[in-house]
Each structure stands twice: as structure tokens, then as C-alpha cells.
């Protein structure tokens, strides 16, 4: 009784309309099935037919309020909304039957039984179809509506065209393109499928359309990329619904439907991980995340809610980062973030943490990670990079940490630049410390570049264009492999769950994309064209930088793991390490920074600076 009644709190002023009007097209299904059985005047069945007349319709009303029918806006309602309806109007049919037989109340023929069924899903039925059929119409007859082309007829683009044609979007479904050649000629909800996207120019050339709509969520960066530079050479919109990952609830609307994103045109395949493994190891432990304000610090801080630690501890530097992170955390959740303003290579402001919250699993991302502004402060890169690390590897020894898992760079690899220099020395003190700590499990995971990460090339790219130009490119030749801060942080978190202690990941990155073709691509993105509206600039390379990054030092020494994209290698500091002298040369450095350059050659004899 008291489900029905919050039933039909939820009721709207609309919802009592229907409840009436299924109760009378019920009694009106009924009725019919008496009289095409027995008459239209049925005197020697009066009695029953009230009783059945009141039996269902009653019956009906109250399932259909108790499963929440009568608050369900069936303007917008769905397949499942339909199949649903259906299931409970037999249920109540069957119900009512039952009602019937166990009071004994009227005599139903089975004829009668069999019409009053299908009258009343016929009538019920239509009721609920002819609110969307009158918002169809309605929706349809608006003329400043966009002629839209949607690419992709699959469950994604079909959805989206009906849901489209639901509601007062400025958006039309006029036509498909598929490249199942199957279904061209055919239609879908309606919708004619005019061709595959080999046809994309000749239609767009041929048919006007306002619009086109990439929908197909699965595809990779590359093919999305192929459609797209078709259609920057024709004067039409361009908009996308976004890729699996961002669709994580797995609802496809027309809210979804945004502009063409940088993102859209590099990303590649979600890397697919199973969750359980990380679960196991994250899930009821506190958890250290160091540069928890950064682009990747935040992301795991993200990600990590969602495998059940028992707490977090968000460390960082900048205050200002690490209370935006705070502000941005999902809001109901049961797990605490603990936020920490710290230095980590202040042992003493570290080693209190430690003593505090004793984490048992860390993911060391704090660093300093820009190139050039490294290239003349080496002592300050050696302090947070180095020291830093050296603080938090040793205490994690100490205290009993389970893992480790630090943030490396495909810039420690043959390193030309400082920051790349102190990164190959941090993978060299975790070698160091799972030697003197064999308990704590410790491991690198080196990735390249970030789109969206602070400091990268993007956001610099779009103040430029905003300015009006020039964009400032450093070389035309200049290569760099990009992913997905998402992506980034899926492998950091599947690295703690495959390592046993040791290890160094990298990520299979695909291909390296051209800074000037990505420079190009954002100032059409940004609705101009290149060399015409915005110039590109050549300004030189940097000091430190190299035109093409690296991502392993010696590819045989590289193994697959249970992960296809993931490889892994031991991280191996070298027959010229002297473990003995590390530290002492590392402290030296850090008190003579005159001399912080040279030393920082001495720990890592392959960093060649260019």
C-alpha cells in the first residue's frame, strides 16, 4: 500500500488524465467483447459485464500506478517504454482473471476474453502512441529547423535520429550514410540511407545539408579524421557525438551532441582494462597520490574513487590546484579525500604524512614537467623530480607500502633536455630502493604527451588562434606521440595491478602525429583556414628538445604483458650506476646548483643535451 501511494505521488496532472482515460477505454474493451460475443444488448449478462468492467479496469490501473506508468512522459518515451507497458498490461489481464476466479464474481466466455484483450491493447496502446505522434508532428513542422546528415546508422545514430525527431532540436535527421553497404537505398526509422562515406563529397556536393553528424562512438581517431578532412573543404557544419569513453554511461541523446574536438581527430582506441584486478589491490586501502592537482594527479585521484579505497590522500604543491580538485569531486560518495598541501622532497612534511595515513598503495605524479623552463633551473628539476622521489620511494619502503607506481616520461629515454635527465635518474632510484626494499612493490610507467595536460602544446595553440595568430610551430618535421589523459591514467592504474615490483611500463602509443598537422587541424576546428586567415611560423627548436621522442632504450629487452597494448621491461639503471655515490652526488648537486648541471650528467652519462 504504501509503494502505490508513493506510486502515485510522482503522478503529474497528465498522469491522472491517462489513469482515467485507460480505465474507461478498458471498460469501453470490455464492453466489446461482450457484445460482439453475445450482442450488442446483453440483458442476460449484465451482472457480468459490470463485474468484469470493473474487475480490470481497476485491476489495470492500479499495476500499471504501482510500476510507474502514469509518470512516465510518453512524448519521449522509448521501445523499452512500450515493451514495458506491455508486459504489465498482460500481467494485469492475468491478474484480473485470477481476481475473477477466486471471488467467483461473473461469467467471462473465452471469445469475450480474447476480444476485450486485444481491444484493450489496441485502445491502451494507441492512448500512449498518440502522445508521441502528436509530438513528432509538432516537432516536424518547425522550418527553421537544420537539414542534418547523420554518419553512422548503427544503434548509436539510430537512437540519436529518433530522439532527434522527438524533440524541438535544432536539428533535422534528414538522411544517413553508413559504410555497410547493405543498408544503403534502405530506411531506418524513416530515414533513407543514401550511400557509404566513400559517397560523402558527391551527396554533400549533390543535396543541401546544414549539418553533418559524426555518430559512431566506436571509431578511432584516424577514421574520424578521414570524414573529417572531407568535409573541411565544404561549407557545412561538422558536429560528432562523443566516443565510447565519454559515453560511459552508455546513454545515447541529443544532449551528447557536441563540436568537433582535437581530441576526436588524435584519439585512438580506448585502451580496455579490466577493472577487477586494480579493485583488488586498490579497494579498501589508503591511497597516496602525490601532484594530485596536475592533469594526471587529478585523473587518478578520479579514477581511483571508483575501485572502493578505503581513503585518499591528494597531495600537492600548489594551493590553487589542489583546492580546484577538491571542488570538482564527485559530491555523493562515501570515501574520504584527504588534501594535503606539501612539498615532496620535505621529508620532514612527508614523513608526517606517512606516519598520519600510512598508505599502502602510492602513485607518485607530482613533478616538474615542462621542458624548456627546466632547461635553465636543472637544480630545482633535480629537487622535485629526484630528491622527491628519492623521499617518497624510502619512506615508502619504510612504512610498508604495498606499491609504488611513479610517472615516467618517453623523454627519459636518450634524454636531451634536463627534465628528460632527471626522469631516467627517478627510474634509476626506484631500481635503487626495490633493491633495499624488496617487500614494497615499485614501478615507472612511461607514456608521451597528453592532449590538455598544463604546459602542453595545445592550450598554447588555442590562445594563439584566439588572438588572431601567428601560430608558432618550432619545426615542421616535429613529431610526438599524444593520448588521452583517460587513456594515460588507465594504464597507470593497470600497471600497479600487473607489476610485481620492478617493472617499467610503456604503453604502445600507435603513431607519432606531426605538430604542424596538428597546429592545422585546430585552426579549422576553430572555423578558419591555415596559411590564409592564421599564418603558422616556423620559430626553431628549444634547447632540450628532440624532433622525434623515443620510447625505449633497447626494443628486444621489451616483453608483452597480459595487456595487448601494455609492454614492459625491467627498469635497469645501468652498469655505470654507483648506488653507493648516488645519493651523495644527488645532495651535492642540490647545495652547489653551479654545478647541478654537470653532476646531473655524471648520474645519467646518456643524457646528451642538444
Known amino acids: 500500500m504504501s509503494a502505490f501511494k508513493e506510486q502515485w505521488r510522482k503522478v503529474s496532472g497528465m498522469g491522472y488524465v491517462v489513469a482515467l482515460l485507460d480505465f474507461l477505454l478498458l471498460a469501453l474493451a470490455v464492453y466489446l467483447g ?32 504501482l510500476f510507474g506508468q502514469y509518470s512516465t512522459i510518453w512524448q519521449h518515451a522509448g521501445t523499452e517504454d512500450y515493451m514495458k507497458f506491455l508486459w504489465l498490461y498482460v500481467i494485469s489481464i492475468l491478474a484480473s482473471l485470477l481476481v475473477n476466479s477466486l471471488l467467483k464474481l461473473a461469467v467471462f466466455p473465452r471469445t469475450s476474453f480474447a476480444v476485450s484483450f486485444f481491444a484493450g491493447l489496441f485502445l491502451c496502446g494507441g492512448l500512449r502512441f498518440s502522445w508521441l505522434m502528436v509530438k513528432t508532428i509538432h516537432v516536424g513542422k518547425k522550418s527553421e529547423r537544420l537539414k542534418t546528415l547523420i554518419i553512422g546508422a548503427g544503434e548509436a545514430g539510430t537512437f540519436l535520429a529518433r530522439d532527434l525527431m522527438r524533440n524541438e532540436s535544432e536539428l533535422y535527421p534528414a538522411a544517413f550514410l553508413d559504410d555497410d553497404e547493405h543498408k544503403t537505398g534502405r530506411h531506418i526509422s524513416g530515414i533513407k540511407v543514401l550511400g557509404t562515406t566513400r559517397d560523402l563529397k558527391i551527396i554533400l556536393e549533390r543535396e543541401h545539408f546544414d549539418v553533418v553528424l559524426i555518430a559512431i562512438p566506436s571509431a578511432n581517431g584516424k577514421k574520424i579524421r578521414e570524414i573529417y578532412n572531407t568535409l573541411s573543404e565544404l561549407n557545412v557544419q561538422v558536429r560528432i557525438l562523443p566516443s565510447l569513453r565519454e559515453l560511459a554511461d552508455g546513454k545515447v541523446s541529443v544532449s551528447g551532441i557536441r563540436k568537433v574536438k ?27 597520490i602525490t601532484g594530485a592537482g596536475g592533469s594526471i594527479g587529478s585523473e587518478i585521484v578520479r579514477q581511483v574513487l571508483h575501485n572502493e579505497p578505503s581513503e585518499i590522500i591528494a597531495l600537492g604543491h600548489g594551493e590553487q590546484s589542489i583546492y580546484l580538485l577538491s571542488e570538482h569531486l564527485p559530491e555523493h560518495t562515501n570515501i574520504p579525500v584527504r588534501t594535503v598541501i606539501a612539498d615532496v622532497a620535505d621529508e620532514v612534511s612527508m614523513r608526517d604524512v606517512f606516519s598520519r595515513f600510512k598508505p599502502e598503495v602510492i602513485f607518485h605524479a607530482a613533478a616538474h614537467k615542462h621542458v624548456p623552463l627546466m632547461e635553465f633551473n636543472p637544480r630545482e628539476a633535480m629537487r622535485v623530480n629526484d630528491l622527491g622521489t628519492r623521499t617518497i620511494a624510502r619512506l615508502a619502503g619504510e612504512f610498508n607500502t604495498k606499491r609504488m607506481v611513479m610517472i615516467s616520461t618517453d623523454k627519459a629515454v636518450n634524454p636531451s633536455s ?49 588572438s588572431g595568430g601567428p601560430v608558432t610551430v618550432t619545426h615542421p618535421d616535429m613529431k610526438r606521440y599524444f593520448m588521452l589523459i583517460p587513456e594515460a591514467v588507465s594504464l597507470v592504474i593497470q600497471a600497479g595491478a600487473l607489476g610485481h615490483g620492478g617493472e617499467l611500463f610503456v604503453l604502445n602509443m600507435g603513431e607519432p602525429v606531426v605538430i604542424k598537422e596538428m597546429a592545422e587541424l585546430l585552426i579549422r576546428l576553430s572555423g578558419f583556414e591555415p596559411y590564409k586567415d592564421i599564418n603558422i611560423v616556423y620559430t626553431g627548436i628549444r634547447p632540450g628538445e628532440k624532433l622525434y621522442e623515443e620510447l625505449f632504450y633497447d626494443e628486444n629487452a621489451v616483453h608483452g604483458t597480459l595487456h595487448p597494448k601494455i609492454f614492459v621491461s625491467n627498469i635497469k639503471a645501468g652498469q655505470d650506476t654507483d648506488f653507493a655515490e648516488l645519493d651523495t652526488t644527488l645532495e651535492y648537486a642540490l647545495r652547489h646548483p653551479e654545478d647541478a648541471l654537470k653532476l646531473l650528467k655524471q648520474l645519467v652519462p646518456e643524457f646528451l643535451r642538444v
Open 262 to 288: 582535437l581530441e576526436d581527430l588524435l584519439g585512438r582506441e580506448p585502451v580496455r582494462m579490466s577493472l577487477e584486478p586494480s579493485m583488488n589491490y586498490i579497494r579498501n586501502r589508503c591511497v597516496l
Open 34 to 65: 461482450y457484445a460482439l460475443r453475445l450482442g450488442i444488448i446483453i440483458p442476460r449478462y449484465f451482472n457480468d459485464w459490470i463485474h468484469v468492467m470493473l474487475i480490470i479496469p481497476t485491476v489495470c490501473v492500479i499495476v500499471f500506478a
Open 418 to 466: 634536463v627534465m628528460g635527465a632527471t626522469k631516467r635518474l627517478a627510474e634509476k632510484i626506484l631500481e635503487r630502493e626495490q633493491h633495499l626494499h624488496p617487500e614494497t612493490k615499485y614501478m615507472a610507467v612511461r607514456f608521451g604527451n597528453v592532449l590538455g595536460s598544463r604546459g602542453s602544446v595545445i592550450p598554447k595553440f588555442e590562445e594563439q588562434i584566439a
